[in-house]
């Protein structure tokens, strides 16, 4: 999977060099990658209309599935679902769906009792904020211990790191965030391992934005972890080939700096393979959120999902799905637009 | 969110929306029916009406005063917008009498109004709800306006957390705390929070974690959950015959289920629908179906089956296959079972599914036996929808004369001996027709420190929520 879309990037440099004379052909390939992924965003809404409605039990039955609630008559079952905007037929309410949809209006959340497109708002941010927290960790960390690896292959630090970074990778998010649990909320309990504000938030701002971090702490680490080991060796492989390159063969016989030669030649030329995977890296950071978010009851995205699935929250699925879609797709746009600029420079 | 078309549709949402609205009637520690904010009522001597005197000082929590007119409202406007945890339907109309005098006249004279219909209902305030067309949308911080004796100050959507605070000058006592948080945290962290003392009280406790919260020096109060374990039959299906279901019965070790798959966390249940704890439980020697395979194997041959040399159970020929299907939360109980019943010479075809696709393969009858839990709390007038109800976790009982008479005579009954001669004969013969087979009481705790004391509600808290925190803890 990682493969085919590193060479599918080389392909495209391979045209943007052929054109790189026509700015017209710049635009035309933007436009065109607007378009493709709006067909893929479209198809997903689709898909995501249907799907959850061809599942077994609906929303209103999930929710009488408790035994406490009395029995309800035939009548008054109808009259609910009608009232709830779950009545008439699939193809109805697909309809309805997409037509709102449309109008900008992503349905509502009925266990909630709240509009989705206000449930998103409260819920993303958290996301984000797991995603920015551990952004640093596995672009910084994975350069850093990629170059290291790649300068000296099997020798000194590429003989540790490694094989632990290769145990690291073939962990499934969730085992990390299990492991970071287990270790920080365990064994050694020094951070917070559930929610993402302690139980009696702080009213002064600054102690109220450290308790925020200190929460984010664990869960944004699960998600690096495993990102981590992406680009370390990507690094380590793009530090193998550039090493042998003629720029850095000369740098390092005119008597470059082994600093210089690290940050400057090869740190540098890593940005178009790092952002060209960043791209990538958005689907499997979304996806990851969702289980760590899990592990840590962490009121974002992901957790939003998981409820809206057991609830059979069908506007609240498609509504997040629909929204998280949307925002991968345009970051994944503006990623290889800005890949394959930095790229065509060579 | 806290508002009565709005709060999630389990139990323990019910009751945390009982703090903030108020019922006609309320319960004693003793779990018997109390003043709400019905003062006092008169039941008609022939049954069909109620005089209700409502208590003079109660308010709304925007200061408007609590009168009979709203309760008339809330009955009407219950019967437009069907409320999930309690049905007018019963109710024939409201007359107000004055400004806290009404009468409610009931279509039929029924025993268990009082524990039911008046105990269930949050009475809603006329000036707020009469505008609102669609309640199961109306969610803002108005749509909390009760008249209990906390108000929802804020509420937290994303992380599941309320704010209640206190009212001052409620009828029925002084408030105890100035504020009520209520969080949603998994059992490990909660503990740590409670030794953190930022936790006073946790609700549902797993009783496997009682002896840490012990050992920290917190009050624990462990009581049988009464929300029953049990094996359910397809009726319609291969166990139409009372005697395959008494068989599978006597197949059944539940010890040893209640030994592997419940260590120290449930009791062994009573065959005869209500549980010790229950005001309604009868000792009577109810039969126990202990383990005698030797017992099951005579009612088998009796029934027409044979068993092959190799011990295999046939029937006409063919081996016998049984579906049983449950879903995630009893994987383990039913891992047990199949395990007892494959080594019996059954065949099983154990499916563990979510809910939505169970409740479908139930509805189809498309299986032998069934592994569910449900309450038997609650004012039994909703026993028959528990034994004979179509639901995916009622028994499904086909019609029975004599049981369906017996519902009916209790619901009916004059007085309270006359309720209970007629359920302990329902008990008797729910024990000998096995609607379900009742295998385990699952235990529940929770743990709280010296600031309060939260004993569990016998018999359960309102509609038959198995809980401690009964909104008394929380008034002095």
Redesign the interface.
Known sequence: MTDTSVVSVDRELSVARGFRSVPFANLVRFASGLILRLLVFASIVAICVVLPRL???NTL?????????????PA?VR??QE??GLGGDLFGQVLDYTANLLNGDLG?S?????PVGQ?LI??FP?TGLLILGAAPIFLIGGALAGIEAGRMPGQGVDRWSTPLITVMASLPPFVGAVLLLLVF??LW?ILP?????P??PATETLSHAFDIARHAVLPSLALALHELARFFFLARAETIHLAQRDFVVNARARGVSVWRIRWVYIGRSLVPAYLARLSDTMTGLISAVFFVEIVF?Y?GTGYLIYSAILE?DYDLLQGTIVFVAGFVLLVNWCVDGLATRLAERG | ?LAPY?H????VS?LYTTYVFDTLVSQDADGNPAPGLARSWQRAPDGLSYAIQLQSDAKWHDGKAVTAEDVAFTMRYMSE??Y????V?SIERVEVEGPYDLRVYVKRAETGLVEGVFSAIPILPEHVYSRIE?P??F?SLEAAIGSGPYRLAAYD???GRYLLEAVTDHPLGRARFEQI?I?K??P??AL??MSAG??DIISYLPVDRVLAAEAEGFKVEVAPSHHVMRLGFNHRGRFALRELRQAIAYVIDRKALLDTAFPGTAELAQTGYFQPGSRWWNEDDNPTYAHDPAKAHKFLINAGWAQTAAGRWQREGDDVSLRLITDGRSVKSARVITEQLEIFGFSIDLRVME???L??LVAEGAYDLTLFS??TL?DPS?IG??VF?R???SDRFPADPEMTGLIRAQTVASSHAERVEALDQFQRLYAENLPSYMLVNPLMATTFNEKLSAPFMPGGVA???PSALHKSIFLE
């Open positions: 599942m077994p039990g039955e999930i929710m009488l599935s408790t035994d406490l609630a009395r029995g309800l008559t008054e009259d609910l009232n709830m509502y009925i266990p909630h009792a709240a449930l409260a819920a958290w909320g365990v309990p391992t559930s929610g993402a504000q139980l009696f009851s009121p059979r | 969110m709005v999630r549709k389990n139990g019910y917008y069907p999930v945890f309690g049905s339907k669609d199961f949308r969610a959507k994303a992380q948080r969080v945290m998994n490990d962290a740590q929070a930022e936790v809910l939505g696709a409740r479908n449900s309450s609650g909703n929808r528990r109800g639901g995916w976790n509609v038959g929520i």
